[in-house]
C-alpha cells in the first residue's frame, strides 16, 4: 500500500489542496462559519483513498474508478465554498443554491454511471457489471467476466 501511496503522491496533494481552497476566501473574510467543512471533507477524501488503494492489496486500482474517488469530494468542496460564500454574502436567492446543488449531483450520478460500468472486475469497488451481480461461484472466473460484460 505504501507504493501505492506513493505512486498517487501527486493526485493525493492536489485534491487536498482543492478541498482546501474554500477555506482561504472565508478566512480573509474573516468568516468562521465555514472552515469546519472543508477539513472534515479532508479527512474523509483521506479515509476513503486510503480503503480504495487498500481494497486491492497488491493490485492496482482501476485508474477511471480511482480519478473519481479522487476528485468527488473536491469538487463538492469548492461547491459548498461557493454555496458558503453566496449565502454569507447575503445572496436571497434559495433557487441559485438549490438548482447549483441540483447540477452538481447531477454530474456526479452522470459520472458514476459512465465510469462504473468500465471499471474491471477486479478494481476492487465494483464487481459487478452491467449485468448484476452473478454468483457467487463466477465473481472470480475471468472468463464468465469476458462472456457475459
Keep these: 500500500m505504501k507504493e501505492m501511496l506513493a505512486r498517487h503522491k501527486g493526485k493525493l496533494i492536489l485534491s487536498s489542496l482543492v478541498i482546501l481552497l474554500p477555506?482561504?476566501?472565508a478566512a480573509f473574510?474573516?468568516?468562521t462559519l465555514f472552515l469546519w467543512e472543508p477539513v472534515l471533507l479532508l479527512v474523509s477524501q483521506w479515509v476513503i483513498m486510503l480503503v480504495v488503494l487498500h481494497a486491492n492489496r497488491n493490485k492496482e486500482q482501476s485508474p477511471k474508478v480511482l480519478n473519481l474517488v479522487a476528485w468527488i469530494l473536491p469538487v463538492l468542496?469548492?461547491?459548498l465554498g461557493?454555496?458558503?460564500q453566496l449565502a454569507q454574502g447575503g445572496a436571497d436567492s434559495a433557487y441559485l443554491i438549490t438548482a447549483l446543488f441540483t447540477f452538481f449531483m447531477g454530474l456526479l450520478f452522470f459520472l458514476i454511471g459512465k465510469t462504473a460500468p468500465w471499471a474491471s472486475a477486479s478494481s476492487g469497488l465494483w464487481k459487478a457489471r452491467k449485468t448484476g451481480t452473478p454468483p457467487t461461484a463466477t465473481l472470480g472466473s475471468s472468463g464468465a467476466w469476458a462472456a457475459c460484460c
Design 29 to 31: 473574510a474573516g468568516q
Design 77 to 79: 468542496s469548492l461547491l
Design 82 to 84: 461557493v454555496v458558503g
Design 23 to 25: 477555506v482561504l476566501p
